[in-house]
Nanobody
Framework: QVQFVESGGGLVQPGGSLRLSCVAS????????TYWYRQQPGKQREWVGF???????DYVESVKGRFTISRDNAKNTVYLQMNSLNPEDTAVYYC????????WGQGTQVTVSS
């Protein structure tokens, strides 16, 4: 059974930055594509970006140039660096590996507000 634990969220002012972390229970991220998703209030969960096993990344248009996904295989951790945050980024953020359907962590809340 695989587990994901997200952390690093919090309250930040517009224009600020946060780095989210997602730790897996095993050496998963180096082998599979990992997504970061978010769920904004009253909306469906949506993908924000992903990193493939060989390290290539891609992002939804609304966060390109502001968000960066990286990975530390030795720590079984994937990161989401978020810069230039705005109130529309307020959401619960999750990591997800499609190779393990249905396995979601508890998420981490990000609130962007002045």
């Amino acid at each position: 059974q695989v587990q994901f634990v997200e952390s690093g969220g919090g309250l930040v002012q517009p224009g600020g930055s946060l780095r989210l972390s997602c730790v897996a229970s095993g050496s998963i991220f180096s082998r599979y594509t990992t997504y970061w998703y978010r769920q904004q209030p009253g909306k469906q969960r949506e993908w924000v970006g992903f990193i493939v096993s060989v390290g290539r990344t891609d992002y939804v248009e609304s966060v390109k140039g502001r968000f960066t996904i990286s990975r530390d295989n030795a720590k079984n951790t994937v990161y989401l660096q978020m810069n230039s945050l705005n109130p529309e980024d307020t959401a619960v953020y999750y990591c997800y590996v499609t190779a393990f359907p249905g396995y979601w962590g508890q998420g981490t809340q990000v609130t962007v507000s002045s």
